[in-house]
């Protein structure tokens, strides 16, 4: 049973970080230098700025004095004064990620850094309105439980990660469509606000995955790439000149969609050809329990006879389709993640190069194949990372 949500408490939110409204751009420049490079000195932080070392040094102390950032240790050079960096504060902001998969759903909270404070989950055979948001109620209350009075005012917002178009998707998950076609009409902000004031930001499951990496992982590495996350259903995302790009309706990157052929030469998507749930269908087919799969600590060795096959077949799939995403934008490189052990993501980014190189890349110009850097949890701090860019940070082309 879940149990009742203190309303007080969680309405009382609405003090703290979350009246100080979005940052001014110099501002919102200034947290994201930091949050890219880490503790910079305020003469560095001018001249990648390109703003005055006053403006420079009279931002910093306003956003010093609201606990949003953390003066370091003197560093001290061959001339002059020793230089101070700068860094965001640990709890200068936190704020709630939520990502509503295919088997399970995840809120978390994290704070600036990307660093998660507190996580919990919910399995299912396949996700309904009802039993998500009664989870997100109590999870909510739970959380703010365990956090201080402090921690409390610092929460910006709650950011969900979810596939679009969900109730689409029915007859993948197993639900019955009659059931599935209630999350049409969803209105996730509405739903929130039954139980909180927090401000609510919805995003493309994987397009968050991608701006956990963009941010968190190997974004800094890269201008332009496409990035793979590998679920129980595979999702993409992509980064133009240092931004993860949303598109005109927030769809952008939906790599699964590519199109791909199945064994008798149809047409399919990626969806059909490179996801977890076609390990877990082979798995039910011999007897296994695929809920194994997402156990933690995840541990896939005792099915390494269907693992094998399932590899194979996925990174042939990805290097194709890394070429016709490459067909399209010149990206430097292709990022693969995915909700799997950190050695089958390695085999199956070695095994992705291989393929590639037996592709026609006629016209081409052959991108990286790089494993990604978050991990399984990508679309869950991906999600938390919404409300920042909305209010504190900037997603766009600046100098690192």
């Known amino acids: 049973m ?113 660093t998660v404070r507190h996580e919990l989950q919910l399995t299912y055979n396949y996700p309904l309105p009802g039993p998500i948001f009664a989870f997100l109620r109590a999870g909510l209350e739970t959380i703010l439980g365990q956090c201080s009075a402090a921690e409390r005012q610092r929460i910006c917002g709650v950011g969900i990660g979810t596939p679009f178009e969900l109730w689409r998707w029915n007859e993948l998950v197993g639900a019955p469509a009659a059931e599935f076609i209630a999350w049409k009409d969803v209105d996730f902000a509405a739903e929130l606000g039954k139980f909180t004031d927090l401000p609510v930001s919805v995003v493309n499951d994987a397009t968050a995955g991608c701006q956990a990496e963009h941010i968190y992982g190997r974004g800094k590495e890269f201008r332009d790439y496409a990035y793979f996350f590998i679920g129980a259903f595979v999702g993409g995302g992509i980064v133009l000149n240092h931004s993860v790009y949303q598109g005109h309706y927030g769809n952008a990157g939906a790599l699964g969609s590519l199109r791909s052929f199945g064994p008798q030469g149809e047409s399919q998507q990626l969806i059909d050809t490179a996801s977890i749930h076609l390990l877990e269908t082979r798995l039910t087919e011999n007897g296994q329990d695929p809920q194994e799969l997402w156990d933690q600590p995840q541990d896939w060795s005792r099915f390494a006879r269907f693992v094998e096959p399932w590899l194979g077949r996925t990174a042939q799939e990805l290097a194709r389709a890394s070429l016709s995403v490459c067909a399209v934008i010149d990206f430097e490189a292709i990022l693969i993640d995915g909700a799997f052990p950190e050695t089958v993501k390695q085999e199956l980014v070695e095994r992705t190069r291989r393929y590639l190189v037996n592709q026609d890349m006629r016209g081409l110009i052959v991108p990286r194949i790089e494993a990604g850097a978050v991990g399984g949890n990508a679309r869950a701090i991906g999600a938390a990372t919404s409300p920042l860019f909305e209010r504190y940070f900037m997603n766009g082309n600046i100098r690192l």
Request: glycine content about 12%; charged content about 20%; cysteine-free.
């Open 2 to 114: 879940v149990p009742a949500m203190d309303n007080a408490v969680i309405r009382s939110l609405s003090g703290g970080v979350n009246q100080s409204g979005v940052r001014d751009y110099n501002e919102r420049l200034l947290l994201t230098l930091l949050q890219r490079n880490g503790p910079t000195a305020g003469s560095e932080l001018a001249r990648l700025a390109n703003l005055s070392p006053q403006t420079i040094s009279i931002i910093l102390r306003e956003m010093e004095a609201e606990g949003l950032l953390a003066r370091g240790a003197p560093v001290k050079g061959k001339v002059g004064k020793p230089s101070v960096p700068m860094s965001l504060a640990e709890n200068g902001v936190l704020s709630f990620g939520v990502k509503i998969g295919r088997r399970s759903a995840v809120l978390l909270l994290a704070d600036f850094r990307g």
